[in-house]
C-alpha cells in the first residue's frame, strides 16, 4: 500500500475545492420589470415596443434568460454570462447598441448591484453591421423599481 504523502494530500483537497466551485454565472436575482419604447433585437428575435419582464431561466445554471411581453404573447430566451459593471446602478438598467433605427440588447444590471449578465449571442444582423464598418452608439434605459 501506497503512503500519500503530507504535501500531496493538502494539495489534493485543494484541487478537488477548485473543481468544485461553478464557473462564473450571471448574477440576477430578481425579475426586472422594464418598459422598452422602441423595438429592440435580443439574440435572432426581434421584440416590439411594449412593458416586458425579464428573468433567469431556471435549470439552466444561471446561463440563460427569458424575455416575456406582459400580455405574454412575445417571448424569447437568449445566453448570457456574468458581467460587471464600473458602477452600481440606482435603478436596473437595460443596455443596447443601437446602429441607426435598430437596437440590440447587450446587457442587463439590477438595482444596487455591479454584477449583471451579458448577451451571450450577438445577433446575424448586428454581425453583418459590425464587419461592414459600422460603429454602434451605446444607449442605456433606466428602469425605476
Known amino acids: 500500500m501506497r503512503r500519500i504523502s503530507a504535501f500531496a494530500l493538502p494539495a489534493f483537497a485543494g484541487l478537488l475545492l477548485v473543481l468544485a466551485v461553478p464557473a462564473a454565472q450571471a448574477q ?4 426586472i420589470q422594464a418598459n422598452i419604447h422602441h423595438s429592440f433585437i ?4 426581434t421584440l416590439p415596443p411594449g412593458r416586458y419582464t425579464f428573468r433567469m431561466v431556471p435549470d439552466t ?3 440563460a434568460m427569458s424575455v416575456t411581453s406582459a400580455d405574454g404573447a412575445t417571448s ?3 445566453l448570457v ?3 460587471d459593471d464600473a458602477h452600481m446602478p440606482r435603478h436596473s438598467e ?3 447598441n443601437k446602429y441607426g433605427s435598430k437596437e440590440y440588447l447587450t446587457h ?9 449578465v451579458a448577451v451571450v449571442e450577438e ?4 454581425t453583418r453591421l459590425r464587419k461592414h464598418g459600422q460603429h454602434a452608439m451605446e444607449h442605456t434605459e433606466e428602469q425605476a423599481k
Open 108 to 116: 442587463i444590471y439590477e438595482t444596487g448591484t455591479k454584477a449583471g
Open 76 to 78: 424569447a430566451e437568449f
Open 81 to 83: 454570462r456574468t458581467s
Open 61 to 63: 445554471d444561471l446561463t
Open 123 to 126: 445577433s446575424r444582423s448586428e
Open 42 to 45: 435580443v439574440g435572432n428575435a
Open 94 to 96: 437595460l443596455i443596447f
Open 28 to 31: 440576477i436575482s430578481g425579475e
